[in-house]
């Protein structure tokens, strides 16, 4: 058979191991474990080495006693797929497998692989025998069939079933297994402890697995480590064993001395305050949906309203909800609710409403952005089909490089729909994977491609490193994300790059209204989400540049010598 390979995000080939290489990768570990033991430190096995995972074991792995030496060793577990089993060898040389803004990452990384020598990376799920501790950190997604409309989508459990098997079938009976995966409320304790006993019962041990839940509220961005580390936790275990294990680890590894722990009763207490957290979320951020509307349709600019009710410190968390809510986890987290109440705990009314609504109008509410750009270029004469649109910014939210469900991706699936060429520029963003693959990317079930037409050609689009090239001929650019350098970008600077008066459309309150104006003056049409009050200074303008006129016109009647007089001697 053809030796297959995994391909790394920069470009570097890696052969997947073949059944040989299992055995001696197991001898490794257990080498590595016994001179670990003799150090006293606790064996940990990561499952699961994706946005989480990864940066989860290296936050364990940096775990130190009072007299600074490392207390865990932890092994991180990957399935070794031609997808992901880069991730392995790449964090073997102390590198990070994930693309991260924070700082703090790739030199922890690079310390607890290779000075510490307290982290590693497998493939083998023979790890597992090893651990004292296993933290879940796997997918457990959530899919969609029809766009904004949660309700028609489900739960794909395969996965996560699949490992809490595999587990089973390998750790010892006392090791604690700590699901930090948000989940399916009623997971842990309908859906991985029958798996789990079932398997033990087959193993002949009797002993109830030790199972608890505790979900990451870890934030990507400039402070992804302490987003992990100086955070407050919620867990629970399935018994008193099972929770007091958890809350000792947890204890160890995060600070829970500043950061207090919330030791819930039950895991599915834990699994729905992750869930009801993001929903509550998901609900503050549509509830504006409307409100943003309104304020376009009747002269009101929605960002000063924003910030006039903040100052309340009641309403201090009312935030302006962008082109739509992406991320990971707010857009599919209440659908995990929804599911459970049917598919895990058997109920057929339906008592969701708030929940499932606020999905459905974050999911859809980047669409507007596509009436705006073809109102404003509409406006200026322009067809929107075949117009150059350049949208700045690629990711779910300011200064982060992750693009996953964007609203961007949104507005440019929909406006290369409409006919439109689209560019796209990111700071943060090389590859937008979600077009690059768009066949394969998340997953080739999950890309948003299936909702439009004529996607085809994006799998060309390219992010553009050089914002001046970007904007090259542009008819129209829009303002997607409230990244760092386009906050004070100068629109005589836009303009002149572009090479003349464009379409602006303003998707997050980027512009103040100086900007605003200068862009009218400069025989630009301006449009925003929620910004109707750009129609009052576009007026203003307007009336400025005809007084403007008829000052001009007044002065040239005065300088030119009526007829008349010329004729007088
Ligand atoms: N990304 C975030 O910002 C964030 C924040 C809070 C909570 N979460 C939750 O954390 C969980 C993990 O999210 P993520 O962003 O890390 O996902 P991810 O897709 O980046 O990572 C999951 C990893 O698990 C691996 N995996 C799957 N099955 C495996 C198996 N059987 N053995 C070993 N590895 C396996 C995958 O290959 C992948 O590398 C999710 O439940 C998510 O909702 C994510």
Known sequence: MPAEYSLSPHGVKFRL????????????????????RSLGREIVVAMGLGFVGAIMAAVVADTEDE?????????????????SYWKIPLLNRGMSPVKSEDPEVDPMILRCVNEKKSLVATFTYDALKLADVVIVDIQCDYLKETLGNVREGQVNMADL?????????????????????????????????????????????Q???????????VMPGKQYVSSIRNFWRVCSGINEEATRRAVKFLSEVIKTDEYPLTVLDRPIESETAKIVENSFRAAILAFLDEWSLF????????????????????????????????????????????????????????????????????DTRALHVAQLTRDALRNMGRPLAAAEILVLGASYREDV???????????????????AELRVHDPYVLHWWEFEKQDEYPSPARSLKRFFRNQER????????????????????????????????NPDEVMEFAGG????????????????????????EVKGLGRGHVKRIKDQVREEREQMYQRARVRARIQRPRTDDRRRP
């Not at 055995?23 to 080498?31: D, N, P, T, V």
């Not at 007299?67 to 997808?83: L, W």
């Not at 002993?207 to 509220?217: I, N, Q, V, Y």
Request: hydrophobic share 40%.
């Open 17 to 36: 191991p073949s059944p040989k290489d299992y055995g001696k990768e197991f001898e490794r570990l257990k080498a590595l474990v016994r001179q670990q």
């Open 67 to 83: 007299k600074g030496n490392p207390t865990k060793f932890v092994i991180g577990m990957q399935r070794p797929s031609t997808r």
């Open 161 to 205: 079933e699949e490992s809490l098997g595999i587990i089973a079938e390998h750790i010892s009976p006392d090791s604690l297994v700590l699901i930090e995966t948000t989940v399916a409320p009623g997971t842990t304790e309908q859906v991985a402890y029958p798996i789990m006993r079932k398997v033990f019962h087959k193993r002949g041990i």
């Open 207 to 217: 002993k109830d697995p030790l199972l608890a839940h505790s979900f990451e509220r």
């Open 295 to 362: 304020a376009e349709r009747n002269g009101v600019d929605l960002i000063k309203v924003i910030d006039a009710i903040k100052i309340r410190p009641t309403h201090s968390n009312i935030i302006f909800p962008g082109p739509g809510i992406g991320g990971y986890c707010l857009p599919k987290d209440g659908g995990l609710g929804l599911w459970a109440y049917r598919h895990i705990h058997g109920f057929e009314d339906d008592i969701f409403k708030i929940t499932p609504l606020a999905i459905d109008i974050n």
């Open 401 to 419: 490089g992750d693009t996953r469900n964007s609203g961007s991706e949104l507005i440019v699936r929909r406006l290369t729909e409409m006919g």
């Open 458 to 489: 994006l799998a060309n689009l390219h992010v553009e490193p050089d914002l001046k090239n970007a904007l090259r001929g542009v008819d129209a650019v829009i303002f997607a994300v409230k990244h760092e350098p386009y906050l004070d970008l």
């Open 501 to 524: 008066p464009m379409a602006v459309i303003d998707c997050f309150g980027i512009l103040d209204d100086a900007r605003i104006k200068r862009y009218f003056e400069l025989g630009c």
